[in-house]
């Protein structure tokens, strides 16, 4: 039996119309899609208030019917704004994406944490910062409690939650089977520790096990000195630990490309599954 649920971000198909987004999907055997409906369709969702239990029930029913699951709904908003009027309406889009997730036929919406300034800067690196996440995040699982959702927080570098033990510290204080972690690998690397990348893949893994709620996937190398991302196999990151984990503690977990486009779909599919098949 394939335990292996792989999927990939739909918007990184381009912004395709309906059924020729899942004819693509259905020729890459994807099984699963991230869906953050204002990037793949932002005509018909110009912003979050053009959502209904109409679009959601839509959506989800087709996606269904052509075998496409929606393991994710992604939601990408700012959690982490000092501002607080921007704070507000970053949770009120969260909340009314966790209210339709059944009606998308998910249960899990996604975020990263943002930014207490306008774009990066070092202020997320202090506690206040991750004070003001963990102030979000227990709104938002209260919330999502009511409708049976989860809500899913990927840690990122330049993010106040930017490291695996500040994902595991947050899981650990909110103490709801509501909140899990999307793991992605490549968004905690950094120049400082690229050296020790395997490490840092292998403490992650470790500190976030069981709270893991999807994989991201997609892989990283240096460029003229900087950290740049690329697709899966064309950089430096080892995937054995991430797929070994897949196949053999948490098996049909979901796994998503990502940063990965047309070309590159693919090599980065059959690399994956060389690897998976004779771990």
């Not at 996937?217 to 054995?240: A, C, Q, R, S, Y």
């Amino acid at each position: 039996m394939n335990t292996l649920n792989l999927g990939i971000r739909a918007h990184d198909l381009g912004q395709l119309d309906l059924q020729e987004l899942c004819e693509q999907l259905k020729s890459y055997q994807f099984s699963n899609i991230q869906f953050a409906i204002k990037k793949s369709f932002p005509e018909l969702v110009p912003s979050f208030q053009s959502l209904s239990p109409g679009i959601a029930s839509f959506f989800g029913d087709y996606f269904a019917r052509n075998g496409i699951k929606i393991s994710t709904l992604g939601c990408y908003v700012n959690i982490s704004s000092k501002d607080i009027s921007v704070r507000k309406e970053a949770l009120e889009n969260f909340k009314t994406h966790l209210q339709l997730a059944r009606d998308f036929r998910t249960s899990i919406v996604g975020t990263e944490t943002g930014s207490v300034g306008n774009g990066y800067t070092p202020e997320n690196f202090t506690e206040e910062a991750y004070q003001i996440v963990r102030s979000s995040v227990i709104e938002m699982v209260e919330y999502a409690e009511h409708f049976g959702a989860t809500v899913g927080i990927e840690a990122g570098l330049n993010h106040p939650l930017y490291t695996a033990k500040l994902a595991r510290r947050l899981v650990e204080e909110v103490q709801s089977p509501h909140l899990k972690i999307i793991l992605d690998v490549a968004n905690l690397i950094n120049l400082e520790n690229i050296s020790n990348r395997d490490e840092v893949l292998k403490d992650a893994i470790d500190l976030l096990h069981d709270h893991i709620a999807m994989i991201h996937l997609k892989d990283f190398t240096v460029h003229n000195g900087k950290l740049e991302i690329v697709p899966v196999g064309k950089g430096m990151l080892n995937f054995e630990p991430i797929l070994s984990y897949l196949k053999h503690d948490r098996p049909f977990l979901h796994a998503t490309l990502e940063e990965t486009k047309r070309e590159s779909i693919k090599p980065a599919i059959d690399y994956i599954h060389e690897i998976y098949h004779r771990l």
